[in-house]
């Protein structure tokens, strides 16, 4: 069960049930180019570090065209002070976290398996 | 029990409440010895009583209480491992593998790594291979007692199958240039050919969407969602899908989603969202804070371990100056057991000078990966930064190719310091010269017109040193630099040695010359040896 702490049409941060202690775990889906995010990244940023937890997993399996707001959005978060792990990463949001320096500040939670590397 | 007995279960008591270690509960099945880590069988009230008649009676590691606890990190293992085991007595769905004996999860029903022996099925080995899954699991993570019944488990790994099968035939048919499966909109997205909805999630704009990620959301769409592929199997004729783009368009014609060039087409949206990110940066204070210590982190980022090539010996020293350098290094390994060698040095500082860093690197990697001719790979990694630069801002750098089969290294030079030779036999140290000037000034031809290729054989015993200019503009209290003459007296001071030798040597020798003046630059030297006969 999921319930959504954001919610429009081209992008939604879902809130999943059964966390670990500390831990949230967030699914983002959706389009970092949709104006649905871009209008709204600041709200999402608040939202999150409104949080209680400590420890923030942000499920980016679903999430499309990974771009600089949405790296904005991961530093601005880092600064919240809360650890922040990023689940399944793109090879385009690894490379862009490389090639700005940024990457060794989130625990990258990798897939398994041929094929699912995307 | 006799007085002595007492006396030490009284202390045994004592030990115990202090200490969660004898807590420790496997499954509710009893408590773990923290000696000698064996599970004391029991429940309730009573598996106190019997852990302690264990410890005194049974356990060897305890010693007549000479031992020790085992540490909290090895009973939490140990508790996983009999608890993993418990479960794959006890539940079916931990037991649930495919033909080829994969592993499925049963946390978030996916084929793992880890595989079971049809012929010699071990619940140990099985119980010590899971955590290598468990660790890394999203699932399990999330909520460690949630594991999927059987009946649940074979019904998602069924659908999972069933998604997998339909995306790989998807992404062959992408692959072949299937017309009716690549039709998008102006906004890149794909337009489904069985029910003509525009399916917004799904871009083909890249290889790497096209590839990994749209198949497979594809494959999703027509299971779960498409009216038309539930109804029937076959698609719209290709003028009606064709229309139906048009029209999500408003006017005009489809827009095809034809491959754009694989890697070029990477690096420049990578290029586009470097841009903004500087945009971005500018306009917002705690972005700029935050990332200052970027730079840092992209330094750190550079490999820390040299490659090992048979015959060879390669030894690098990185000394970062953390206000100003702005160096880079890195190792590309090639078919053949080949070896692409670069150094680099951005000109500028801070930030700026972090991103053209980390943009360079990984152009210079992409293309050092795909083309063989140094004087290729640089004029390429040229045409891929010159847009991003800032005016005024360039980078020298070095790239060469070893190919220890024969003995040569084949190099360009970007208005880099030029590399150096040491030859064995003579114990001489030459300059290997080649032309060219720094990515970024110039673009196009009247770059690549400048560079030249130079090669340079290695004899048993020969050396070749890449360095950045840190190195011969180290400055002592009289601002006098070390300059190329002490640094070439230096390799011939050490030549004989190894590698590693020779570079910690020459490092030590610039120190020297520093005294107490602080380093104003980066420092890089990489040494290649072919080993003597």
Redesign the interface.
């Known amino acids: 069960m999921a319930s959504a702490i954001f919610e429009e049409p081209g992008f939604r941060v879902l809130k999943q049930e059964g966390r670990g202690e500390g831990t949230l775990v967030l699914k983002l889906e959706g389009s970092c180019t949709s104006l649905d995010f871009l209008s709204n990244v600041e709200r999402i940023e608040k939202i999150i570090r409104g949080l209680p937890e400590s420890a923030v997993v942000l499920d980016v399996s679903e999430l499309d065209y990974v771009n600089s707001r949405f790296i904005s959005l991961l530093v601005l978060l880092t600064g919240s002070k809360k650890r922040i792990a990023l689940h399944h990463p793109s090879r385009m949001l690894r490379d862009l976290l490389a090639v700005v320096g940024i990457i060794d500040w989130f625990e990258l939670i990798l897939p398994e398996g041929p094929g699912t590397e995307a | 029990m006799d007085i002595g007995g007492w006396l030490g279960r009284r202390k045994l008591e004592k030990l115990a409440e202090a200490d969660p270690r004898f807590e420790v509960w496997v499954a509710e099945r009893g408590l773990l010895c923290p000696y000698c880590l064996k599970l004391v069988a029991a429940r309730g009230a009573d598996a106190r009583e019997k852990l302690f008649v264990h410890i005194e009676g049974i356990c060897e590691r305890f010693a007549e209480g000479a031992g020790s606890p085992e540490p909290m990190a090895a009973m939490e293992e140990r508790r996983q491992f009999l608890g993993i085991r418990e479960a794959l007595k006890f539940h079916e769905s931990w037991s649930i593998t495919d033909k080829t004996g994969r592993w499925y999860c049963p946390f978030c029903a996916?084929?793992?790594?880890v595989t079971v022996d049809p012929e010699n099925p071990s619940l140990d080995k099985l119980a010590r291979l899971i955590p290598t899954?468990l660790r890394?699991c999203?699932s399990y993570?999330?909520?460690?007692e949630?594991f999927k019944p059987a009946e649940e488990l074979r019904e998602l790994i069924s659908r999972l199958q069933q998604d997998?099968k339909l995306a790989?035939q998807i992404r062959e048919k992408i692959e072949a240039g299937a017309e009716i499966l690549m039709q998008v909109t102006r906004a890149a997205k794909w337009v489904c050919p069985y029910c003509l909805v525009c399916v917004?999630?799904v871009?083909l704009a890249s290889e790497?969407l096209r590839r990994?990620?749209a198949p497979?959301l594809i494959a999703k769409h027509l299971l779960h969602n498409c009216e038309g592929f539930r109804a029937s199997r076959t698609t719209r004729p290709l003028p009606e899908v064709k229309a139906r783009v048009a029209q999500l368009d408003g006017a005009g014609a489809p827009v095809p989603a034809k491959p754009e060039g694989g890697e070029d087409d990477?690096l420049s949206?990578?290029r586009k969202?470097?841009v903004?990110?500087r945009?971005?940066i500018g306009m917002?204070d705690?972005?700029q804070q935050?990332?200052k210590k970027?730079?840092?982190?992209?330094q750190?980022?550079l490999p820390k371990k040299v490659p090992v090539i048979p015959g060879y010996e390669i030894a690098l020293h990185f000394k970062s100056c953390l206000d100003v350098g702005g160096d880079f290094y890195d190792f590309v390994e090639k078919p053949g057991g080949r070896l692409g060698i670069a150094v680099g040095d951005v000109s500028g500082h801070g930030l700026e000078a972090?991103?053209v860093m980390?943009?360079t690197r990984?152009a210079l990697n992409m293309r050092a990966r795909g083309l063989t001719d140094p004087l290729e790979v640089l004029m390429h990694a040229n045409s891929d930064i010159v847009p991003d630069l800032e005016t005024g801002t360039f980078v020298t750098c070095f790239y060469g190719v070893l190919d220890p089969a024969r003995h040569e290294v084949v190099l360009a030079r970007a208005g880099h310091c030029f590399a150096l030779h040491y030859a064995a036999r003579s114990g001489e140290v030459r300059a290997v010269k080649s032309n060219g000037i720094p990515l970024g000034v110039l673009t196009g031809p009247g770059f690549d017109k400048l560079l030249t290729l130079a090669s340079c054989h290695l004899e048993p015993g020969d050396i070749l040193l890449q360095y950045s200019d840190g190195l011969t503009e180290a400055q002592d209290g009289r601002r006098e630099l070390y300059g190329e003459q002490r640094f070439m007296d230096s390799v011939r001071a050490y030549g004989r040695h190894d590698a590693d030798y020779l570079v910690n040597k020459v490092y030590a020798h610039v120190q020297q010359f520093m005294g107490e003046e602080p380093q104003h630059d980066d420092i890089t030297l990489i040494a290649v040896r072919r080993k003597p006969a």
Not at chain 2, 141 to 144: A, E, G, K, L
Request: aromatic share 6%; charged share 30%.
């Open positions: 996916k084929p793992t790594k899954h890394a999203f993570r999330s909520n460690p949630n997998e790989a917004e999630h871009s790497v990994f990620t497979a990477y949206r990578i969202e470097i903004e990110i945009r971005d917002n705690e972005l935050s990332l970027a730079r840092q982190v992209v750190q980022m972090a991103l980390g943009m990984k």
